[in-house]
């Protein structure tokens, strides 16, 4: 598995939506990504993202991979055409293979090392994995509803990527995340969405060729279409294309190696409006990869509090 790519794009394609209201309580947007807050205005935002993968062994144990990933996001209105922010990613891995594994064993935040023992083996890792900045704009003032929006990773720590005894966390590089954004209204309260993507992790010396190493690759589409039957309260579809290349660089840099892989992801979401100020929202979407058999899905909760002054 390309380790943490399953888990960013589904964080983002959670991301990109919600809905905006003024401090009135008027609704004024469908979607957050779309627009820029007004100078003065933000957001703050806390998102949880599940992924768990899981299949048998040829000894009929259970093999499962799990990634818990908190995003604590602040954006903040800075200009009519630029918003900027911080975003503090968290992540707790839980990697076993026994004869029943839990789902969820990565939701206890444990720093285990790797582990073995006659029914089981795999480990446990958690902590505060990356850093970001993020910054968001409009290109054309003449096209309201097209946004692009950038944010830059920087790792916490040199050993993410981890060792056969700590196991791996996140990348050990930097990871930069482009995403442009365009929204339309089809018919009376049904919005189309989608979001066209650059993604790159792990930059670093193997990226520039002047080491050994690996880097990724991917360009993912998203498409979702959002329904609200009550004022207050979103219905939506989404489908995911991420066609990904994950490249090892040999030879001191100057061999490079592609292994491509593409998955979709299909999911349902709800969301709600709470008062002036609040948004929640779960997700639940399900995994298809080229390359692994596995069994893999997302489970997705999230709270946001704004202010978008008038």
């Not at 990109?16 to 933000?42: V, W």
């Not at 995403?179 to 989608?194: A, P, T």
């Not at 593409?262 to 399900?286: A, C, D």
Request: contains cysteine; glycine residues 8%; proline residues 4%.
């Amino acid at each position: 598995m390309h380790r943490s790519t399953h888990i960013t794009h589904t964080a983002w394609l959670w991301l990109i939506l919600g809905m905006a209201t003024t401090a009135q309580g008027q609704f004024i947007d469908p979607f957050f990504p779309s627009r820029l807050y007004a100078p003065g205005g933000y957001e703050i935002h806390i998102f949880q993202n599940y992924y768990t993968a899981s299949h048998t062994l040829e000894d009929m144990h259970k093999f499962r991979y799990s990634f818990y990933t908190v995003y604590c996001q602040l954006l903040y209105g800075w200009k009519e055409s630029w918003n900027i922010g911080l975003d503090l990613k968290l992540r707790s891995v839980a990697r076993e293979s026994a004869p029943t594994v839990s789902p969820f064993h990565a939701l206890y935040w444990r720093n285990s090392g790797y582990f073995r023992t006659p029914d089981s083996e795999g480990y446990y890792r958690s902590g505060l994995s990356a850093v970001g900045i993020q910054w968001k704009w409009r290109p054309w003032s003449f096209i309201d509803n097209l946004i692009l929006h950038q944010t830059l990773y920087f790792p916490t720590a040199f050993d993410l990527e981890g060792t056969e005894e700590t196991g791996f966390l996140d990348w050990s590089g930097l990871s930069l995340h482009t995403r442009l954004y365009y929204d339309e209204e089809i018919v009376e309260s049904v919005y189309f969405f989608v979001e066209l993507s650059a993604v790159m992790e792990n930059i670093g010396a193997a990226a520039a060729g002047l080491a050994d190493g690996a880097y990724q690759l991917s360009t993912p589409i998203n498409l979702i279409v959002s329904w609200y039957p009550w004022e207050r309260h979103g219905l939506y579809a989404l489908v995911n294309a991420a066609p990904q290349w994950y490249v090892t660089v040999i030879r001191d840099g100057r061999v490079r190696e592609a292994v491509y892989n593409t998955y979709n992801q299909y999911g349902l979401g709800y969301k709600w409006t709470i008062g002036k100020h609040w948004l929640i929202e779960w997700l639940w979407t399900r995994f298809y990869s080229t390359s692994h058999d596995l069994y893999q899905a997302t489970y997705n909760m999230g709270l946001r509090y704004f202010v978008n002054p008038l």
